[in-house]
Nanobody
């Protein structure tokens, strides 16, 4: 059974910083990519940043220069360092583990897994 757990959300003033963490646990053999998405009230879920197994990174234009994604392969953990936060960054942030190979050596499967989300609120 694969679990994706996020942490690190909260309330911060404009211009402040937060660091989100996401850990994937279970009988995992490989993860193709991990990433962060967000959904604000009344809006569709949107990509924030992704990082592949090989380290290729992609950011949404709205967060370039302010957010930084990184990963610890040994811990199956991805981080999102968010600096210079703005009120428009307020959203529920979701972690996606993409192309997760899990199971046993004789019986494995590939699937994508979402976390439960963590609230980030930027307000004075």
């Amino acid at each position: 059974q694969v679990q994706v757990v996020e942490s690190g959300g909260g309330l911060v003033q404009p211009g402040g910083s937060l660091r989100l963490s996401c850990t994937v646990s279970g009988s995992i053999f490989d993860i193709a990519a991990m990433g962060w998405y967000r959904q604000a009230p009344g809006k569709q879920r949107e990509l924030v940043a992704t990082i592949t197994r090989g380290g290729r990174i992609n950011y949404a234009d709205s967060v370039k220069g302010r957010f930084s994604i990184s990963k610890d392969n040994a811990k199956n953990t991805v981080y999102l360092q968010m600096n210079s936060l703005k009120p428009e960054d307020t959203a529920v942030y979701y972690c996606l583990a993409d192309g997760v190979v899990a199971g046993t050596p004789s019986h494995s499967s590939v699937a994508d897994y979402w976390g439960q989300g963590t609230q980030v609120t930027v307000s004075s």
